[in-house]
Nanobody, 121 residues
């Protein structure tokens, strides 16, 4: 069974920084794309950033220039460095990974349980 566990959320003042981590564990052959999504109260879940196994990153317009996604393939971990945080960044942040369980197997999407990020004004 594959698990994704996030950490690093919390309360921060506007303009501050946080770094989220998401570690994958279990029987994993390889991990393709990894990413972060967020969901604010009363809103739909939205993409924040994704990164391919080749380190090609993609960002939502709302976070470009402020957030940086990165990954450590050896640790099966994806990170989200969030700078210049705004109150509108307040949400539950969840990580996702496209995981291949076996050499010739299909890939499956897994999700973490989410971590709360609250930015005060």
């Amino acid at each position: 069974q594959v698990r994704l566990v996030e950490s690093g959320g919390g309360l921060v003042q506007g303009g501050g920084s946080l770094r989220l981590s998401c570690a994958a564990s279990g029987i994993i052959f390889s991990i393709n794309a990894m990413g972060w999504y967020r969901q604010a109260p009363g809103k739909q879940r939205e993409l924040v950033a994704t990164i391919t196994s080749g380190d090609s990153a993609n960002y939502a317009d709302s976070v470009k220039g402020r957030f940086t996604i990165s990954r450590d393939n050896a640790k099966k971990t994806v990170y989200l460095q969030m700078n210049r945080l705004k109150p509108e960044d307040t949400a539950v942040y969840s990580c996702t990974a496209d995981v291949q369980l076996a050499r010739w197997g299909k890939t499956y999407d897994y999700w973490g349980q989410g971590t709360q990020v609250t930015v005060s004004s």
